[in-house]
C-alpha cells in the first residue's frame, strides 16, 4: 500500500500560480509513472499531467505550455507548477501512481490515488 498526501492547493487570481506537491510513503514509486488529475464540480475527473520513472513528460492540451511536471525520487515526491492560472483551472487536484513505468494517461492505469488538493483560481 503507498500512501499519497498532496498539498500546496489555495486560491489565486487570474494569472498567477501554485506549486502542488505529492509526497509518497514508498519509495518504490521511483520505478512508476506518477500522474495528475483534477475533477471539477459536476464534471468527471480528467488528466493534467504525467512523468514516467525517467522523467518523460506528458501534458493534456488545456494545460500545455503552462504547468510543468517533475519529480524528485530521492524524496519520492512529484510535483505540478502552475503558472497563468485560469478560472477553469478550478478543481481538486489528485496525484496518483500508476500501474507502470511509462506515460499513461487513462484513469484505469493509475493505482494508488492521494486525497486532493483543492486549487481556486478567482477572476
Known amino acids: 500500500q503507498v500512501h499519497l498526501v498532496e498539498s500546496g492547493g489555495g486560491l489565486v487570481q487570474t494569472g498567477g500560480a501554485l506549486n502542488l506537491s505529492c509526497a509518497a510513503s514508498a519509495r518504490t514509486v521511483s520505478n512508476y509513472a506518477m500522474g495528475w488529475f483534477r475533477q471539477a464540480p459536476g464534471k468527471e475527473r480528467e488528466f493534467v499531467a504525467t512523468?514516467?520513472?525517467?522523467?518523460?513528460?506528458y501534458y493534456a492540451d488545456s494545460v500545455k505550455g503552462r504547468f510543468t511536471i517533475s519529480r524528485d525520487n530521492a524524496k519520492n515526491t512529484v510535483y505540478l507548477q502552475m503558472n497563468s492560472l485560469k478560472p477553469e483551472d478550478t478543481a481538486v487536484y489528485y496525484c496518483?501512481?500508476?500501474?507502470?513505468?511509462?506515460?499513461?494517461?487513462?484513469?484505469?492505469?493509475?493505482?494508488?490515488w492521494g486525497q486532493g488538493t483543492q486549487v481556486t483560481v478567482s477572476s
Open positions: 496518483a501512481v500508476a500501474r507502470t513505468g511509462d506515460i499513461v494517461v487513462k484513469t484505469p492505469a493509475y493505482v494508488y
Open positions: 512523468i514516467s520513472w525517467r522523467g518523460t513528460t
